[in-house]
């Protein structure tokens, strides 16, 4: 009934066009926007303005709602619109709305928020024009009959009841309606009080509202839970303090893929209007990684999923599939390194792609990766970046996954707009023995080439590979270390990498048997999507390796024939001697016999 006397107050009250189109278009433009955490300053907007305008707030909440309701389905037409907008002819108009200051908070450079947009003007406009056009038929309908005496009165009875009311006015006075007093003085005093209390906030902003929305902000970036005991923001000295941040593995949510005591920050906020922000030094203290968690964390955000794999000749090894038993989890952990990719910096300039085929596979890749709503247009930030992480140091980062191992991380130059940035953004991973180095430059995000690879790992267990590299149930590789290196072009859509890897004692179960690979070197092709690459092992290194294992295969079952225990020697000082005591076991055979 509350609801029937909310539309019979818009029909038989002093409701105006101005207030309906008004109610309606900012309604829509709310319900079309994605969320506070993409466009902030467009919701404070629209709000405010809803409150300033004599809108109709009934009618306005109901447009809202029902057009979120669309906005959730039609996320990809949005999507569609906005690349239009942001891509084409009317690309220099948002570049210049999304670095004005203020506007720049607006997320324009969201896909869906223009596409969104567009689509909420016309809805709104639609919608204000229908229940217009449909209230003045109705008044001018009832201006017709209201001086009749054929309306009975129990009819009248039950319009109260149901509709309420009818204002003071006649219908033909409420047909001369038509804008009324536009603007609503109460409403105006609570925004101009808003926005006093929001610059007051933001100038003191208190420890609270920083560390959750410190949490909310790293949890999307990470994909799952992060949590964080206290934060501490200092604008007069450019400070920031994080206190006990723990990152949920999304992959393994009952372990942090990483914890550290305190992280400090040192900030500069000069053009913070234009929504730029830059730390000059980020300094982790007491980190580590691979922690069990006590409460398991939550995954945040869309899941991505595999890229579609290239038409690559490969015979050898189709996928990781192929190679190894547990590649799901290699996949999991190739897609989560994707996603940092993704988040930290990728390819965000359509220009320094060679063709529009490779573009539409980055932002398909990226779509995978963020899902619609959260990708950007990132080459509309001009000047500098929205986000600038000149230096970060992570020193002695305590890794359980590498069974304790100490660790140095350094990055610089990181942000959300690498190609606005002199150089190349860069992370150094090294370990206090020396025996892993990891060097990755993302000269692709700058618009270079390529991201360049440079990765060293020495004296592998391969004990610690024989779970997960196994034939017919048994360990492919046995015994001895291996050093592990690969070099070349990593990104997101078309990596191009080598690796090699060089055996120390260590042997293979091919062909059913064993063969020394002591010394032997294998290069491996690595290609297309980092989370779902292809694989190719040398030709010659599986020949010479089936080759070891033909001789030794004859040699064990001479050996078995005769007798002759020819041990693990397989150099060919060994072979010799091995041949020798097999020539002396097939006399002393035959003489036997004879």
């Given at each position: 009934?509350?609801?029937?006397?909310?539309?019979?107050k818009?029909?038989?009250?002093?409701?105006?066009?101005f207030q309906?189109?008004a109610a309606?278009?900012?309604?829509?433009?709310i319900?079309?926007?994605?969320?506070f955490?993409?466009?902030?300053?467009?919701?404070?907007f629209?709000?405010?303005l809803l409150?300033?305008?004599?809108a109709?707030?009934?009618?306005?909440?109901l447009v809202?709602?029902?057009?979120?309701?669309v906005?959730?389905?039609?996320?990809?037409?949005a999507?569609?619109i906005?690349r239009?907008?942001?891509e084409?002819?009317?690309?220099?108009l948002?570049e210049?709305?999304?670095?004005?200051?203020v506007?720049a908070?607006?997320?324009?450079d969201?896909?869906v928020?223009?596409?969104?947009?567009l689509?909420?003007?016309?809805?709104?406009?639609?919608?204000?024009f229908?229940?217009s056009?449909?209230?003045?038929?109705y008044r001018?309908?009832m201006?017709?009959?209201?001086?009749v005496?054929?309306r009975?009165?129990?009819i009248k009875v039950?319009?109260?009841?149901?509709?309420?009311?009818?204002?003071?006015k006649?219908?033909?006075?409420?047909?001369?309606l038509?804008?009324?007093n536009?603007?609503?003085?109460?409403g105006a005093?609570?925004v101009?009080?808003?926005v006093?209390v929001i610059?007051?906030?933001?100038?003191?902003?208190?420890?609270g509202?920083?560390?959750s929305?410190?949490?909310?902000g790293?949890?999307a970036?990470?994909g799952?839970?992060?949590?964080?005991?206290?934060?501490?923001?200092?604008l007069?000295?450019?400070?920031?303090?994080?206190?006990?941040?723990a990152?949920?593995?999304?992959?393994?949510?009952g372990?942090d893929?990483?914890?550290?005591?305190?992280i400090?920050?040192?900030?500069?906020?000069?053009?913070?209007?234009?929504?730029?922000?830059?730390?000059?030094k980020l300094?982790?203290?007491?980190?580590?990684s691979g922690?069990?968690?006590?409460?398991?964390?939550?995954?945040?955000?869309p899941?991505?999923k595999?890229?579609?794999?290239?038409?690559?000749?490969m015979?050898?090894?189709?996928d990781?599939?192929?190679?190894?038993?547990?590649?799901?989890?290699?996949?999991?952990?190739?897609?989560?390194?994707?996603?940092?990719?993704?988040?930290i910096?990728s390819?965000?300039?359509?220009?320094?792609?060679?063709?529009?085929?490779q573009?539409?596979?980055?932002?398909?890749?990226r779509?995978?990766?963020?899902?619609?709503?959260?990708v950007?247009?990132?080459?509309?930030?001009?000047?500098?970046?929205?986000?600038w992480l000149?230096?970060?140091?992570?020193?002695?980062v305590?890794?359980?996954?590498?069974?304790g191992?100490?660790?140095?991380v350094?990055?610089?130059?990181?942000?959300?707009?690498p190609?606005?940035?002199?150089s190349?953004?860069a992370?150094?991973?090294?370990?206090?023995?020396?025996?892993?180095?990891?060097?990755?430059?993302?000269g692709?995000a700058a618009g270079?080439d390529e991201n360049?690879l440079?990765?060293?790992?020495?004296g592998?267990?391969?004990?610690s590979?024989?779970?997960?590299?196994?034939a017919?149930?048994?360990?492919?590789?046995?015994?001895?270390l291996?050093?592990?290196?690969?070099?070349?072009?990593?990104?997101?859509?078309?990596?191009?990498?080598?690796?090699?890897?060089?055996?120390?004692?260590?042997?293979?179960?091919?062909?059913?048997?064993?063969?020394?690979?002591?010394g032997?070197?294998?290069p491996i092709e690595?290609?297309?999507?980092?989370?779902?690459?292809?694989?190719?092992?040398?030709?010659d290194?599986?020949?010479?390796?089936?080759?070891n294992?033909?001789?030794?295969?004859?040699?064990?079952e001479?050996?078995?024939?005769?007798?002759?225990?020819?041990g693990d020697?397989?150099?060919s000082?060994g072979?010799?001697?091995a041949?020798?005591?097999l020539?002396?076991?097939?006399?002393?055979?035959n003489?036997?016999?004879?």
């Amino acid at each position: 009934m509350i609801f029937t006397r909310k539309i019979g107050k818009l029909v038989r009250g002093n409701t105006t066009p101005f207030q309906i189109y008004a109610a309606g278009l900012l309604g829509a433009m709310i319900g079309f926007t994605p969320g506070f955490d993409h466009a902030p300053g467009l919701i404070l907007f629209w709000l405010f303005l809803l409150l300033i305008l004599n809108a109709n707030l009934f009618l306005a909440g109901l447009v809202g709602l029902l057009s979120k309701l669309v906005f959730l389905v039609t996320v990809p037409v949005a999507f569609g619109i906005g690349r239009l907008l942001l891509e084409g002819p009317t690309k220099g108009l948002f570049e210049t709305l999304h670095n004005a200051p203020v506007i720049a908070y607006f997320g324009l450079d969201y896909y869906v928020v223009p596409g969104g947009q567009l689509i909420g003007l016309l809805v709104g406009l639609a919608f204000g024009f229908g229940v217009s056009k449909a209230l003045t038929i109705y008044r001018t309908r009832m201006s017709q009959k209201e001086a009749v005496s054929e309306r009975k009165g129990w009819i009248k009875v039950l319009e109260w009841i149901f509709v309420g009311k009818k204002s003071g006015k006649s219908y033909d006075d409420l047909l001369a309606l038509r804008m009324g007093n536009p603007i609503r003085t109460v409403g105006a005093i609570v925004v101009v009080l808003a926005v006093v209390v929001i610059m007051i906030a933001a100038r003191f902003l208190t420890d609270g509202l920083i560390a959750s929305m410190a949490r909310t902000g790293l949890a999307a970036a990470n994909g799952a839970t992060v949590d964080l005991e206290s934060a501490h923001l200092d604008l007069n000295e450019g400070r920031l303090e994080l206190v006990n941040v723990a990152f949920a593995d999304p992959n393994n949510l009952g372990t942090d893929i990483f914890r550290s005591q305190k992280i400090v920050a040192d900030i500069s906020g000069a053009d913070i209007l234009r929504k730029r922000f830059s730390i000059d030094k980020l300094v982790v203290d007491s980190a580590s990684s691979g922690v069990p968690r006590e409460n398991a964390g939550e995954l945040v955000g869309p899941r991505s999923k595999p890229a579609k794999l290239p038409d690559l000749e490969m015979p050898d090894f189709k996928d990781l599939d192929s190679l190894m038993e547990n590649a799901e989890v290699w996949k999991e952990r190739l897609t989560q390194m994707k996603r940092w990719m993704e988040r930290i910096s990728s390819v965000t300039k359509p220009d320094v792609l060679k063709t529009p085929q490779q573009w539409n596979e980055e932002l398909s890749s990226r779509i995978r990766t963020m899902g619609r709503a959260n990708v950007k247009a990132n080459d509309l930030t001009n000047d500098s970046p929205l986000v600038w992480l000149k230096n970060l140091e992570a020193l002695g980062v305590k890794t359980e996954q590498l069974d304790g191992m100490l660790i140095d991380v350094e990055a610089t130059d990181l942000s959300t707009h690498p190609h606005l940035v002199e150089s190349s953004p860069a992370l150094s991973i090294r370990s206090k023995d020396g025996n892993l180095v990891a060097q990755l430059s993302l000269g692709l995000a700058a618009g270079k080439d390529e991201n360049l690879l440079n990765f060293a790992y020495k004296g592998i267990a391969t004990s610690s590979l024989a779970e997960t590299i196994q034939a017919e149930g048994k360990p492919l590789l046995e015994g001895g270390l291996i050093d592990l290196t690969i070099t070349g072009d990593l990104n997101a859509v078309d990596s191009d990498l080598v690796a090699r890897a060089k055996f120390k004692d260590v042997k293979l179960l091919i062909a059913g048997s064993q063969t020394n690979l002591d010394g032997m070197e294998m290069p491996i092709e690595i290609r297309g999507p980092i989370d779902s690459p292809r694989i190719k092992v040398d030709a010659d290194f599986l020949k010479d390796a089936l080759k070891n294992a033909g001789k030794q295969k004859m040699l064990e079952e001479a050996s078995k024939e005769l007798g002759v225990d020819l041990g693990d020697d397989t150099s060919s000082e060994g072979l010799k001697k091995a041949a020798g005591d097999l020539l002396g076991g097939f006399l002393k055979k035959n003489s036997e016999n004879n």
